[in-house]
């Protein structure tokens, strides 16, 4: 189950195998939604390292932040956000 057979000859089967590790890999990430303040401009671009940024708007509190993040990156930007 979940085997994505390739050709190593005719290249068969490498479009089939990039979707199936681009969803795994998707679905490994966590989507959600941060509010950096402006104060802490290095956090953000951190995220920006470390994430897929879907959204980001700006308000009176800083920026609201919309991305897909690892469990072990989500938890070193948190403990950025509380420093």
Do not use: W
């Not at 990039?18 to 990430?29: C, D, G, H, L, P």
């Not at 919309?66 to 420093?83: E, F, G, H, S, T």
Request: with cysteine.
């Amino acid at each position: 189950p979940g085997a994505v057979y390739i050709s190593a000859k005719t290249g068969e089967g490498l479009d089939r195998l990039r979707e199936e590790i681009s969803r795994r890999v998707a679905a490994m990430r966590a989507r959600v939604e941060l509010t950096i303040p402006f104060d802490k401009g290095a956090v953000l671009s951190a995220l920006h390292a470390v994430a897929e940024v879907l959204s980001q708007e700006y308000g009176e509190n800083g920026a609201t932040v919309v991305c897909r993040i690892d469990a072990v990156n989500l938890a070193r930007i948190q403990k950025m956000l509380q420093a």
